[in-house]
């Protein structure tokens, strides 16, 4: 079989750190290759390399036959390779077409394009609000303009770094379709994902890295589950064992506590007069975990951001422990004991020209463990953080590092281990696991079942379905700024709940 | 970016500045070196020559944190020499109006003055900027020629000094003068007051949760309103101290070397203090350095004309590049480069204008 793409000798490093170690690779047009590895595995490195974004050390890269250089992401588009990135690079104050079409010579923006456009969103079932500005489409539809972006541009190769993490369930299935579409077309694609199950359905074949190598290209229909998760685990010990149904039924007896977070008839307006939140209410007590599930962008972000303070409620009341606190200041209400993990955590929950450790203790700095005679204290600083550094496994193990230098991952960890341990009364958390792979869920997981169950009462808000039914002692499906219905986990369908989700509350009510 | 690059660009950026400066005085038909060594020797290891850079550093360095301190929480004070002039002016209404007062009360209640001036004059644009989202860069900024021309009205006016050949105010009475650091020469203990204040806001910044927090809303905002920081009271309690430290070096320029209120007494220390910051790369402790450096080159300028022959104007083509070379140093592929070049690039001009002025007057 002919190679279109021939990867060869490819080495990588950041200082000390070797995020490539000898990657090669071949690949055919037509196929679609699965790239499977944990947080800092090197499959965001291996595809920044692809598309110009990093130079290798060395190695070579061949498109049919001959070497290219790819030294621009500009450059990489003229080769017809073209990347999804988890964090998109989209222009916030341009509209859909705009970004699309942004960079090309203007005789060809005119009014085929936008016909193309709109074409291409229809053969792939996008959704996508064509009248208003990026910075205000909710995180799926942000991507969705992403994938028009590099679909437009033609292109040959297409990477697509964990492009279902942001997706709601439904449009899971239309997505995959269309990629599917891509790859009969003869399309190229590397599809950068933890979910087995997606490989399972999409991949011909699946590329396992740990530690920046290559540990093994299999075809999916033939290799077993367990033998990637083997592969891209490697020989260390697997996480804490999945808390057992009976174990959940122990913990979440929690029928004779308190109320933890009361939120009665919240409702909140945007500037322009719509309703985010409608008349919303809902209750978690002492150490519940209530899960918020629903499809991205029906208002659980501006939810979280109710609660801990960030925004404020049009109308309606929030109660911590039985104390009223609508009107409370952010600091205020973190002096309270609530934990709050957000959703951006790049843009929100760190300061990314800080050191892990002084990330570690931002929203966090008054209090006295931080504190030494009145001043901070840069050594407690340096000891907590060493501590959790090492407790939460964080990569590369060094308080001292800006965390600008750390993956995606680690950084997803420094976010949770601060508020975990900040949390003595609420913990609320958005989209925690967005981005990590099967090791790191499951530890985040743990983390969180253990704040609940040292009496913390947690709402969990999250758009990946499974993990929601997986940690909740109760289930509350929102839709439209509203809550649509509250669900036991264990006692409920799928069906029940993209019903829920999907459903007009005029119809459910 | 982390510390330890940024200063080895910002070396990078002073040796190119140095090197360009160089060839332009071997174009001048000069040796480079011989009149580099002459600058040098000449500004600080001359004792003349090193109390006149003292004298100019004192107040570029305060100058210098009024900038990086509204800076660290992302608001750019342009408007240091507007402070100083307001600071000068408060200073010395209050030494001419009560003259009576023992030195140890005078000289802080002086200081007081002239650090409660300078924050009135920042605390405008801080306002505006926090509670009405007005760009600080072009209130500050024009809140400058406001000031210096208040301060020319008041000494040609109701402050002017009786029989006075050229507009300035009566002396300030001895005790408030003060002490001078190096004998027989000018050199007053105004940089080592900076010195103090310098230590003040480095710890400031690095062991109390306020000033930890002003840093916060400096590097990411979204973040520091994570965290229950007040944006609006930390961008105003920035400028004011900013206000404040720039105000206090007008009172250094009025009872530490001139001993009344000139007309146009400030030169272009405030727009100086611009490229202290950046030089330091917004770093406190760094700050008495690289006033110290800036406030050489200039009191070195006109020894190494008269001794070498170079053209005192190389200097200026010097202190140019520097601030294009630093503010280049410090882009990172996060910060827009316009936002740092575009007022540094204004400030140079404005150095310029107030100099020219200065002259014609």
């Given at each position: 079989m002919d190679s279109f793409l021939k990867v060869t000798g490819i080495d990588k490093s950041f200082g000390a750190v070797r995020a490539l170690h000898n990657v090669n690779l071949l690949a055919s047009k037509g196929e679609c290759i699965a790239i499977l590895g944990e947080?800092?595995?090197?499959?965001?490195?291996?595809?920044?390399?692809?598309?110009?974004?990093?130079?290798?050390?060395?190695?070579?890269?061949?498109?049919?036959?001959?070497?290219?250089?790819?030294?621009?992401?500009?450059?990489?588009?003229?080769?017809?390779?073209?990347?999804?990135?988890?964090?998109?690079?989209?222009?916030?104050?341009?509209?859909?077409e705009e970004n699309i079409l942004i960079g090309l010579p203007s005789t060809k923006r005119g009014a085929e394009a936008r016909a193309r456009i709109r074409q291409l969103?229809?053969?792939?079932?996008?959704?996508?609000?064509?009248?208003?500005?990026?910075?205000?489409?909710?995180?799926?539809?942000?991507?969705?303009?992403?994938?028009?972006?590099?679909?437009?541009?033609?292109?040959?190769?297409?990477?697509?770094?964990?492009?279902?993490?942001?997706?709601?369930?439904?449009?899971?299935?239309?997505?995959?379709?269309?990629?599917?579409?891509?790859?009969?077309?003869?399309?190229?694609?590397?599809?950068?994902?933890?979910?087995?199950?997606?490989?399972?359905?999409?991949?011909?074949?699946?590329?396992?890295?740990?530690?920046?190598?290559?540990?093994?290209?299999?075809?999916?229909?033939?290799?077993?589950?367990?033998?990637?998760?083997?592969?891209?685990?490697?020989?260390?010990?697997?996480?804490?064992?999945?808390?057992?149904?009976?174990?959940?039924?122990?913990?979440?007896?929690?029928?004779?506590?308190?109320?933890?977070?009361?939120?009665?008839?919240?409702?909140?307006?945007?500037?322009?007069?719509?309703?985010?939140?409608?008349?919303?209410?809902?209750?978690?007590?002492?150490?519940?975990?209530?899960?918020?599930?629903?499809?991205?962008?029906n208002g659980q972000t501006e939810l979280s951001e109710v609660i801990t303070g960030l925004k404020r409620q049009t109308s309606g009341a929030i109660h911590l422990n039985?104390?009223?606190?609508?009107?409370?200041?952010?600091?205020?209400?973190?002096?309270?004991?609530?934990?709050?993990?957000?959703e951006d955590r790049h843009a929100e929950g760190l300061v990314l020209s800080l050191t892990v450790e002084e990330n570690m203790a931002f929203r966090s700095i008054g209090e006295d463990r931080f504190m030494s005679g009145g001043l901070i204290s840069r050594r407690a600083m340096?000891?907590?953080?060493?501590?959790?550094?090492?407790?939460?496994?964080?990569?590369?193990?060094?308080?001292?590092?800006?965390?600008?230098?750390?993956?995606?991952?680690?950084?997803?960890?420094?976010?949770?281990?601060?508020?975990?341990?900040?949390?003595?009364?609420l913990l609320v958390v958005v989209q925690p696991t967005k981005g990590l792979d099967v090791g790191a869920t499951e530890f985040v997981q743990n983390q969180i079942r253990a704040v609940a169950h040292s009496g913390v009462g947690v709402l969990y808000i999250s758009t990946e379905l499974e993990h929601v039914l997986d940690i909740s002692d109760r289930v509350a499906v929102m839709a439209f700024g509203r809550i649509t219905g509250v669900v036991d986990p264990e006692n409920t369908t799928l069906q029940d709940i993209g019903l829920l989700m999907t459903a007009a509350p005029e119809e459910v009510l | 970016m982390n510390r330890f690059t940024m200063q080895r660009r910002i070396a990078i950026a002073l040796l190119s500045a140095l090197s360009v400066g160089g060839v332009l005085i071997l174009l001048d038909g000069h040796n480079p070196f011989e009149a580099y060594k002459v600058l040098f020797l000449e500004s600080f290891l001359n004792y003349w020559g090193f109390s006149n850079t003292l004298?100019?550093?004192?107040?570029?360095?305060?100058?210098?944190?009024?900038?990086?301190?509204?800076?660290?929480?992302?608001?750019?004070?342009?408007?240091?020499?507007?402070?100083?002039?307001?600071?000068?002016?408060?200073?010395?209404?209050?030494?001419?109006?009560?003259?009576?007062?023992?030195?140890?009360f005078g000289v802080p209640l002086i200081f007081i003055a002239a650090a409660a001036g300078g924050a009135f004059w920042a605390a405008i644009p801080a306002y505006l900027k926090a509670y009405r989202g007005t760009n600080e860069v072009i209130v500050t900024l024009l809140m400058n020629f406001i000031a210096i021309h208040i301060v020319s009205y008041a000494v040609a006016g109701p402050l002017l000094a009786e029989g006075a050949?050229?507009?300035?105010?009566?002396?300030?009475?001895?005790?408030?003068?003060?002490?001078?650091?190096?004998?027989?020469?000018?050199?007053?203990?105004?940089?080592?007051?900076?010195?103090?204040?310098?230590?003040?806001?480095?710890?400031?910044?690095?062991?109390?949760?306020?000033?930890?927090?002003?840093?916060?809303?400096?590097?990411?905002?979204?973040?520091?309103?994570?965290?229950?920081?007040?944006?609006?009271?930390?961008?105003?309690?920035?400028?004011?101290?900013?206000?404040?430290?720039?105000?206090?070096?007008?009172?250094?320029?009025?009872?530490?070397?001139?001993?009344?209120?000139?007309?146009l007494f400030s030169d272009g220390y405030g727009y100086d203090g611009i490229v202290v910051a950046f030089l330091a790369a917004l770093n406190p402790i760094v700050a008495p350095l690289t006033a110290l450096f800036l406030a050489g080159l200039s009191a070195g300028a006109g020894t190494m004309q008269r001794a070498v022959g170079v053209d005192s104007s190389v200097i200026e083509v010097v202190e140019g590049l520097v601030v294009v070379l630093v503010a280049a140093a410090l882009v990172t592929p996060r910060t827009r480069p316009i936002s740092i070049l575009k007022p540094l690039a204004r400030n140079l001009r404005l150095r310029r204008q107030t100099q020219r002025q200065k002259k014609e007057a």
């Open positions: 947080n800092g595995a090197g499959k965001t490195t291996l595809a920044s390399v692809l598309i110009g974004l990093y130079q290798p050390d060395s190695g070579e890269i061949k498109l049919g036959g001959t070497p290219v250089s790819v030294t621009s992401p500009a450059k990489a588009i003229e080769h017809g390779i073209g990347m999804i990135h988890q964090h998109f690079s989209l222009v916030g104050a341009m509209t859909a969103c229809s053969d792939f079932d996008f959704n996508v609000d064509f009248d208003i500005r990026v910075t205000e489409m909710p995180v799926g539809m942000k991507q969705r303009v992403e994938i028009l972006k590099a679909l437009f541009r033609d292109v040959s190769i297409l990477i697509l770094d964990e492009p279902t993490s942001v997706l709601a369930p439904t449009e899971v299935a239309p997505f995959l379709k269309g990629v599917r579409k891509l790859v009969a077309n003869g399309c190229l694609v590397f599809f950068i994902s933890h979910k087995l199950d997606e490989i399972r359905e999409i991949a011909d074949r699946v590329m396992i890295m740990r530690h920046g190598r290559v540990e093994g290209v299999l075809p999916v229909a033939t290799t077993p589950m367990a033998q990637m998760s083997a592969l891209m685990m490697g020989d260390k010990p697997t996480g804490e064992t999945v808390e057992t149904p009976k174990a959940k039924k122990a913990r979440n007896d929690t029928s004779s506590a308190a109320d933890a977070l009361v939120v009665s008839d919240v409702c909140l307006m945007d500037p322009g007069g719509a309703e985010i939140l409608q008349d919303l209410t809902l209750s978690v007590k002492a150490g519940e975990i209530l899960g918020i599930a629903g499809i991205d962008g039985g104390t009223e606190i609508s009107s409370a200041s952010i600091a205020a209400r973190i002096a309270d004991g609530i934990g709050f993990v957000p340096h000891e907590i953080a060493s501590d959790v550094v090492a407790a939460f496994d964080i990569r590369p193990p060094d308080p001292k590092l800006n965390a600008s230098a750390l993956s995606g991952g680690n950084q997803q960890k420094i976010v949770l281990a601060r508020e975990v341990a900040r949390a003595r009364n | 004298v100019k550093a004192s107040p570029m360095l305060l100058a210098g944190l009024a900038v990086i301190i509204p800076m660290r929480a992302g608001v750019f004070n342009i408007g240091g020499e507007g402070q100083i002039y307001i600071g000068g002016l408060f200073g010395a209404v209050f030494a001419l109006a009560i003259p009576d007062l023992p030195g140890l050949p050229y507009p300035y105010s009566e002396e300030v009475s001895e005790a408030y003068r003060l002490p001078i650091l190096m004998p027989r020469s000018d050199t007053h203990v105004g940089f080592v007051f900076g010195l103090a204040m310098t230590v003040i806001l480095y710890f400031w910044l690095r062991f109390t949760p306020s000033g930890f927090h002003l840093d916060l809303v400096g590097r990411n905002a979204r973040a520091a309103a994570y965290a229950g920081v007040d944006q609006k009271k930390t961008v105003i309690r920035a400028m004011l101290i900013g206000g404040s430290l720039a105000g206090m070096a007008g009172a250094i320029e009025v009872i530490g070397l001139k001993y009344r209120l000139f007309h």
